[in-house]
């Protein structure tokens, strides 16, 4: 299969509908509905247990995707999926300490401790309590944070002696960053549903932690400085720094965020957003979704706090590369014969639809590897569906000082429909609540090549990056027409071994380089760049 069928790259809601619907069937008949972890393509689409992982990392990240798609997107969701989660949750927090801990074998109990789960029990708290008002939850969470407190500290670390006194398995991690700095965007999320002090201390200090040791003020990704090259680690602890200065209205956190989404973040990211699971992996192209979904929420939050052109890069990673690379079109994936086999194998590629994973910029399958290459992690479908919950929620917001069009993706909602044009190009809008507009200009409408119909261009103003009009029509459409520009760009070759060349119809992809290999997400680029590889 050259390329894949029924590929998304405008669709926000039905993107989120579809990575909520594999969270919500792959849990584990066998193993007391727990979640799977790992999801592979060969030799059979398959689920199976993680042994550092399963139990610590997917409650958070599933909870915090479904029950926030739930609250923005009307999505469904199975209470008996939420009930499972929960429970995968509490077993993980069953262990001698109140610290989320995995099982080393699916039949045993939870023993393996690593300061890289603090983040995804911390979602999973925050989810409960914010979307379910779960006392027992928030209780729960005020034990971990003092638990955190006082088994760690951030001139000493982790007390290991605790960990052997319980007979626990220490896991150790490549420094905060890849650890407990991590879990200062939920914990933020957390301090905003409950207004707890403990959350709010710890963030703070997790933050002095941050900048004095790897985020610095030139904002340049330096391994050493850094320590972790674990490249998801790296861009959730980036965003959690940038949800944490959305909350404080901290100016100066704001531009250290600032600083390494214009510098660091290009060490591991090309143009589209696509990036490694390493930061350095020029050897391959198979990445790690979620890391693009990190970056679109910091993005969002950059383009909320006045910077609007990171809304256009947000867009680009959104249509180029993320709702793309959803897994969608499973008709390629052998499923396993036997009728008796485990769990993880029954039904698994149907199960797996709507599922994101390790793409290549082209396609599923990065060129020069095998079929065991492709994987859907369920961690990276949690993570990536609630970063497109974010775009969702960013991408219209109506306020006090009026309707603002962020991200133009269509749009139909209680104040304002928003339609995409293809002949003439452009946007169609039509209000359905009195108020002023702030409609976000793509980079290339400029007033100089922009017709507005339905609208007296009197009454516009432009603003950098923005048109503002007081008093928009109500009821009857207005058009903001523009052409899309054609453009061929060749992908960083600071992240790519060879060069990958795409051709862009304004920021939607209309052919890329893939070298002949299968399960592609766009048109090849004619002619083919044979010589690159």
């Given at each position: 299969?050259?390329?894949?069928?029924?590929?998304?790259?405008?669709?926000?809601?039905?993107?989120?509908?579809?990575?909520?619907?594999?969270?919500?069937?792959?849990?584990?008949?066998?193993?007391?509905?727990?979640?799977?972890?790992?999801?592979?393509?060969?030799?059979y689409a398959e689920l199976?247990?993680?042994?550092?992982?399963?139990?610590?990392?997917?409650?958070?990240?599933?909870?915090?995707?479904?029950?926030?798609?739930?609250?923005?997107?009307?999505?469904?969701?199975?209470?008996?999926?939420?009930?499972?989660?929960?429970?995968?949750?509490?077993?993980?927090?069953?262990?001698?300490?109140?610290?989320?801990?995995?099982?080393?074998?699916?039949?045993?109990?939870?023993?393996?401790?690593?300061?890289?789960?603090?983040?995804?029990?911390?979602?999973?708290?925050?989810?409960?309590?914010?979307?379910?008002?779960?006392?027992?939850?928030?209780?729960?969470?005020?034990?971990?944070?003092?638990?955190?407190?006082?088994?760690?500290?951030?001139?000493?670390?982790?007390?290991?002696?605790?960990?052997?006194?319980?007979?626990?398995?220490?896991?150790?991690?490549?420094?905060?960053?890849?650890?407990?700095?991590?879990?200062?965007?939920?914990?933020?999320k957390y301090v905003r549903?409950?207004?707890?002090?403990?959350?709010?201390?710890?963030?703070?200090?997790?933050?002095?932690?941050?900048?004095?040791?790897?985020?610095?003020?030139?904002?340049?990704?330096?391994?050493?400085?850094?320590?972790?090259?674990?490249?998801?680690?790296?861009?959730?602890?980036?965003?959690?720094?940038?949800?944490?200065?959305?909350?404080?209205?901290?100016?100066?956190?704001?531009?250290?965020?600032?600083?390494?989404?214009?510098?660091?973040?290009?060490?591991?990211?090309?143009?589209?957003?696509?990036?490694?699971?390493?930061?350095?992996?020029?050897?391959?192209?198979?990445?790690?979704?979620?890391?693009?979904?990190?970056?679109?929420?910091?993005?969002?939050?950059?383009?909320?706090?006045?910077?609007?052109?990171?809304?256009?890069?947000?867009?680009?990673?959104?249509?180029?590369?993320?709702?793309?690379?959803?897994?969608?079109?499973?008709?390629w994936m052998k499923v396993?014969?036997?009728?008796?086999?485990?769990?993880?194998?029954?039904?698994?590629?149907?199960?797996?639809?709507?599922?994101?994973?390790?793409?290549?910029?082209?396609?599923?399958?990065?060129?020069?590897?095998?079929?065991?290459?492709?994987?859907?992690?369920?961690?990276?479908?949690?993570?990536?569906?609630?970063?497109?919950?974010?775009?969702?929620?960013?991408?219209?917001?109506?306020?006090?000082?009026?309707?603002?069009?962020?991200?133009?993706?269509?749009?139909?909602?209680?104040?304002?429909?928003?339609?995409?044009?293809?002949?003439?190009?452009?946007?169609?809008?039509?209000?359905?609540?009195?108020?002023?507009?702030?409609?976000?200009?793509?980079?290339?409408?400029?007033?100089?090549?922009?017709?507005?119909?339905?609208?007296?261009?009197?009454?516009?103003?432009?603003?950098?990056?923005?048109?503002?009009?007081?008093?928009?029509?109500?009821?009857?459409?207005?058009?903001?027409?523009?052409?899309?520009?054609?453009?061929?760009?060749?992908?960083?070759?600071?992240?790519?071994?060879?060069?990958?060349?795409?051709?862009?119809?304004?920021?939607?992809?209309?052919?890329?380089?893939?070298?002949?290999?299968?399960?592609?997400?766009?048109?090849?680029?004619?002619?083919?760049?044979?010589?690159?590889?």
């Amino acid at each position: 299969m050259p390329k894949l069928a029924n590929v998304n790259t405008t669709d926000l809601r039905a993107a989120i509908e579809l990575g909520c619907r594999t969270m919500q069937h792959t849990f584990n008949a066998e193993d007391n509905y727990h979640s799977h972890f790992n999801a592979v393509v060969h030799p059979y689409a398959e689920l199976s247990f993680s042994s550092a992982l399963s139990d610590c990392h997917v409650p958070g990240r599933h909870l915090n995707a479904l029950l926030a798609a739930e609250a923005a997107a009307g999505v469904r969701v199975d209470p008996a999926a939420v009930a499972h989660l929960r429970n995968t949750l509490y077993l993980s927090f069953s262990g001698p300490l109140c610290l989320p801990l995995n099982r080393l074998e699916q039949s045993g109990p939870v023993r393996v401790f690593s300061a890289h789960n603090l983040r995804e029990a911390m979602h999973a708290c925050y989810a409960l309590v914010r979307f379910r008002g779960d006392a027992e939850t928030r209780w729960l969470a005020e034990r971990f944070i003092a638990e955190i407190n006082r088994v760690w500290s951030p001139e000493n670390g982790w007390d290991l002696a605790a960990f052997v006194a319980h007979d626990l398995i220490y896991q150790p991690v490549q420094g905060a960053v890849n650890g407990e700095a991590r879990m200062i965007g939920p914990l933020v999320k957390y301090v905003r549903a409950t207004g707890s002090p403990a959350a709010l201390d710890l963030a703070l200090r997790l933050k002095e932690v941050c900048l004095e040791r790897h985020f610095w003020a030139d904002g340049a990704y330096i391994k050493e400085r850094v320590v972790t090259d674990h490249t998801h680690s790296i861009t959730c602890t980036h965003t959690s720094l940038a949800q944490l200065a959305d909350l404080l209205d901290d100016d100066a956190l704001l531009q250290r965020v600032k600083a390494f989404y214009d510098n660091g973040l290009w060490v591991m990211r090309d143009e589209l957003g696509w990036t490694g699971g390493a930061v350095v992996q020029a050897e391959s192209d198979r990445g790690e979704v979620c890391n693009c979904g990190d970056m679109v929420e910091t993005a969002l939050i950059l383009g909320r706090r006045g910077y609007p052109e990171y809304y256009a890069d947000a867009e680009r990673m959104l249509r180029a590369h993320l709702l793309p690379s959803q897994l969608r079109d499973v008709s390629w994936m052998k499923v396993d014969p036997d009728p008796n086999a485990p769990d993880g194998r029954r039904d698994a590629a149907n199960r797996l639809r709507g599922a994101w994973g390790v793409p290549a910029p082209y396609g599923h399958w990065a060129h020069d590897l095998g079929l065991d290459s492709i994987g859907y992690y369920l961690d990276i479908v949690g993570s990536t569906t609630g970063s497109v919950v974010a775009a969702l929620e960013a991408a219209v917001v109506t306020d006090a000082t009026g309707h603002h069009v962020n991200l133009l993706f269509d749009h139909d909602g209680p104040t304002l429909r928003l339609t995409n044009l293809t002949a003439p190009e452009g946007l169609e809008i039509l209000l359905k609540q009195a108020a002023p507009l702030w409609l976000r200009l793509p980079p290339w409408a400029t007033p100089a090549n922009v017709t507005l119909e339905g609208l007296d261009s009197a009454s516009v103003q432009w603003l950098p990056g923005r048109l503002f009009v007081a008093h928009p029509p109500v009821g009857a459409p207005l058009r903001v027409l523009y052409d899309l520009p054609d453009t061929t760009l060749t992908l960083s070759p600071r992240v790519h071994a060879h060069p990958i060349r795409v051709r862009l119809h304004g920021d939607r992809v209309a052919a890329m380089d893939n070298w002949g290999m299968p399960l592609t997400f766009f048109d090849s680029l004619e002619p083919p760049d044979t010589a690159a590889v």
